[in-house]
């Protein structure tokens, strides 16, 4: 078997280890992610999607070195080309992919073909294993998971102006998108011009990620994505039998109201013996019913009423995706490549979250002026 060869990068060249110790900070986030996360895992595992392997033909870059640079696009909310000029630029980012002082970062289109690799073989697989390798990683470093996992979905925009979508659809042309559908998002209560408050419901035209999130370390451990009109309810299950695959201590799983359905108990409490914390809609327990009790009793127990208050968490982790790293919006077409946004953020979120935990050091937003 011929060795594994990639394009030659001199961090710890007198221009490279020696100027980063004087201008890194040793508390510089980037400094402490390297630290945690073994890299060299993901090389072995990401090198196979390679024509060749790294054994024949040009040497590639080391596959992590681009995995670092896309993680640095979704840290910052950047696009190819302005991860290119910001790695270039920025002497933390540099060191953080493992390149010299004066050497140039990979450039765009290289990580355009990266993701392309991702996600040749059409599913997300790869993403999946990524997502879960972080997870033991987490588990390995002595992060402690808690017993309750809480579940729900986000929803993203599709990078689609849906005015000029029905025009073109007059045309006879396709949608721009085609793989995006239209979702609710809320209902919300509103004044009529005769003074009457009634119950409207939002829309969004989009994608939806179903995450699955655990409440002790606020880590995201699975994650699916599906078109904006995708009900939540066919993605509860899946998640599940994930988080428990990864050897998780799942003793409870949550979810909002609109999980509410009688299969769903089911699954969780006779087929997987777990507890249910699914929120229940007002009818179970307010029709006249005489099998209601049930509800009740669930309703009752330690575990729904723990469940209940742990679900705000899994809130603030989507306001912390779309506000901080681009998950409001879609960046590309396509259910696959909003699959491979969702991990990506997915990842970016836990590895901020794993640093925090691990080190007491915080990711910093700092501005970026790149155009």
Not at 79 to 96: G, L
Not at 171 to 196: C, L, N, Q
Not at 272 to 291: M, P, V
Request: net charge positive; glycine share 8%.
């Amino acid at each position: 078997m011929a060795r594994k060869r990639y394009i030659k990068q001199d961090r710890n060249s007198f221009f490279g280890e020696y100027i980063y110790d004087k201008i890194v900070p040793e508390g510089h986030f980037f400094r402490k992610l390297n630290g945690i996360v073994e890299w060299e895992r993901f090389t072995e595992r990401l090198i196979e999607l390679y024509k060749g392997g790294g054994e024949y033909g040009r040497p590639p870059y080391d596959p992590a070195v681009i995995l670092k640079m896309l993680l640095i696009s979704y840290l910052y909310n950047l696009s190819e080309r302005q991860t290119e000029m910001y790695v270039n630029e920025n002497m933390p980012a540099k060191y953080f992919v493992g390149m010299a002082i004066d050497q140039a970062a990979p450039d765009h289109s290289t990580m355009t073909y990266f993701k392309k690799r991702l996600i040749a073989n059409g599913n997300l697989g790869i993403f999946e294993m990524m997502l879960a390798e972080m997870i033991q990683i987490g588990l390995e470093k002595g992060i402690e998971f808690g017993n309750i996992q809480i579940i729900d979905s986000v929803h993203s925009i599709a990078d689609v102006n849906t005015k000029k979508d029905r025009r073109r659809e007059k045309k006879g042309k396709g949608p721009r998108d085609p793989d995006a559908g239209w979702g609710a998002k809320h209902k919300r209560k509103v004044k009529t011009e005769a003074g009457e408050t009634i119950e409207q419901t939002e829309y969004f035209y989009g994608y939806k990620a179903h995450v699955s999130l655990n409440s002790e370390n606020h880590l995201i451990t699975s994650v699916l994505s599906s078109s904006g009109n995708a009900w939540d309810g066919h993605h509860f299950k899946p998640l599940v039998e994930h988080d428990l695959c990864q050897g998780l201590p799942v003793d409870t799983v949550g979810a909002d109201r609109g999980y509410d359905d009688h299969d769903l108990h089911y699954f969780l409490q006779e087929e997987k013996k777990l507890h249910s914390a699914i929120l229940l809609k007002k009818t179970r327990t307010q029709k006249k019913d005489k099998n209601k009790e049930v509800w009740f009793e669930l309703i009752a127990t330690p575990q729904y009423q723990q469940g209940k208050k742990e679900r705000y968490k899994i809130e603030r982790k989507f306001g912390e995706a779309k506000l901080g790293h681009g998950l409001a919006r879609c960046r590309y077409l396509g259910t696959l490549k909003f699959g491979l946004q969702a991990y990506m953020t997915a990842m970016v979120l836990n590895l901020k979250r794993m640093v925090r935990i691990l080190t007491g050091i915080g990711f910093k937003m700092h501005p970026i002026t790149v155009s």
